[in-house]
């Protein structure tokens, strides 16, 4: 066994010296406390980034309830209104004439057009226009409150650009101790093995870390533009239902048609929302990997079964020499170092996978179904022949059409708010809710750290 290894800090021309196997114990110990350290800042970048907010998924699922049952009161009341007046009323009208002096009353056969109130009509929209402010509302008073969680994070010093200021910093740390003992190590079989171990935690708490930022990223990104598309379609379409209450209100056809337009263009945003969103998240997921791997570099494929197979290999080799108490501590990590974050990013990526396809298959359906009445609409409005029944005839068949696609849109959005409740209910009593495993997790490296920390 050397008496002495020589090797050169980073920050210092003066030789580090390991005089033996204390001092490599020690450096062993600083090693894994700085490799714990940064699985400790992923976890609480982690939990205060409050991805899968539960109070935040139940407020977004009633700005769209309310919007979807405001809408869809406002369409069953047109319908009925509309398909009420698709046919002519037929009356005998009497009169009398006098000819030649003589007083006669004739009788005349008349048809009466249907003439439905503007206020009617106006009345119908107006649920709409109320819905639509509900689901407005709500995406920028969620929009606030995702600011409101990046200040409060950052304002705990877990700010990203300075997260990888400290996590460069323990890397630069951990791969100069890790050379500084592998002299020493070569001559030593079990030290040898744990030096492995350790080069393998450094990647895997790097690997973590990488993970963490990038569904953050992945989820901000998603759930930011929901919002936002949400916002905008919304906006176009008050703006749209606002300008058909004016025209009905002065009766200029054109008006409603503009209108109807506008609510086009409203219901291809939500079609195509879904779509846009995901690539959205991707896109910027992709551009903070490449940033993550120029300041750290690549990131080397997580081999969980060799790590198992080296503490074991550990436990073996050093089990005819003295430990010190850093060493038997160290090795009890490493057997309870099979819990990772792996299941809780698990959940998150079965999570949102599980958001976007609920959005894609809602937008999918009804969609069509609001372009459908908006383009009868359009059709309606601009059309010179001004044949009142077929018009109102026109306008039932329309708003019955986006009548079913809100049945659709309603059923389904309860029986999702059911799944997502007995969901969460069954992950709590499980115990393996997110953010009460990063807690767990938090306290736990807390510990290790303090207990191993030189």
């Not at 109807?260 to 690539?279: D, G, H, K």
């Not at 819990?339 to 990013?345: G, P, S, V």
């Not at 059409?401 to 309860?414: H, K, P, R």
Request: aromatic letters at 8%; a positive charge.
């Amino acid at each position: 066994m050397n008496a002495g290894v020589a090797a050169y800090g980073a920050d210092s021309s003066t030789p580090k010296v390991l005089r033996g196997r204390a001092e490599v114990d020690e450096e062993m110990s600083s090693i894994l406390s700085e490799e714990l350290e940064i699985e400790r800042l992923s976890a609480q970048f982690d939990l205060a980034s409050n991805i899968t907010n539960f109070a935040k998924g139940r407020r977004q699922w009633s700005y769209n309830f309310g919007n979807a049952f405001c809408t869809e009161g406002g369409l069953i009341a047109a319908t009925a209104l509309f398909a009420s007046n698709t046919s002519n009323r037929h009356a005998i009208h009497f009169q009398t004439v006098t000819k030649n002096g003589i007083q006669t009353v004739q009788a005349k056969y008349v048809t009466l057009t249907p003439a439905i109130d503007p206020n009617s009509v106006n009345g119908t929209i107006t649920p709409q226009i109320v819905g639509q402010c509900i689901s407005i509302t709500g995406g920028s008073f969620e929009l606030m409150t995702t600011l409101g969680v990046v200040i409060h994070r950052d304002h705990l010093g877990l700010a990203p650009r300075t997260l990888d200021s400290e996590v460069i910093d323990h890397l630069a740390s951990i791969d100069r101790k890790l050379k500084i003992a592998a002299a020493y190590c070569s001559e030593n079989p079990s030290a040898s093995i744990e030096l492995r171990i350790l080069k393998d935690l450094r990647d895997r708490a790097l690997s973590d870390y990488f993970v963490a930022r990038l569904v953050e990223r992945r989820w901000a990104s998603w759930n930011n533009s929901q919002n936002v598309t949400g916002v905008i379609r919304n906006t176009i379409g008050t703006v749209g239902n606002s300008i058909n209450e004016l025209g009905r209100h002065e009766a200029r056809r054109r008006l409603n048609g503009d209108g109807s337009i506008l609510n086009f263009i409203s219901a291809s945003i939500i079609l195509v929302r879904p779509y846009f969103c995901e690539a959205w998240a991707k896109y910027k997921t992709r551009n903070l990997d490449h940033k993550l791997k120029n300041l750290m570099g690549d990131v080397e494929p997580r081999n969980d079964g060799i790590l198992a197979e080296r503490i074991l290999q550990l436990k073996a080799s050093s089990r005819s020499e003295v430990h010190s108490n850093y060493f038997d501590k160290r090795e009890q990590i490493y057997n309870n170092y099979s819990y990772d974050r792996a299941e809780i990013f698990e959940q998150y990526d079965r999570r949102l996978s599980v958001l976007s396809m609920r959005s894609t298959v809602r937008g999918s359906i009804y969609a069509p179904t609001k372009q459908t009445q908006s383009m009868i609409n359009i059709v309606t409005q601009f059309r010179p022949r001004n044949n009142t029944v077929e018009n109102n005839r026109y306008s039932a068949i329309a708003n019955l059409t986006y009548t079913s696609g809100q049945i659709f849109n309603i059923s389904e959005l309860v029986r999702q708010r059911l799944a997502d409740e007995v969901r969460h209910r069954n992950l709590e009593k499980a115990k393996i809710l997110p953010t009460k495993l990063l807690a767990k997790r938090i306290e736990l490296l807390s510990q290790d750290i303090g207990s191993i920390k030189p």
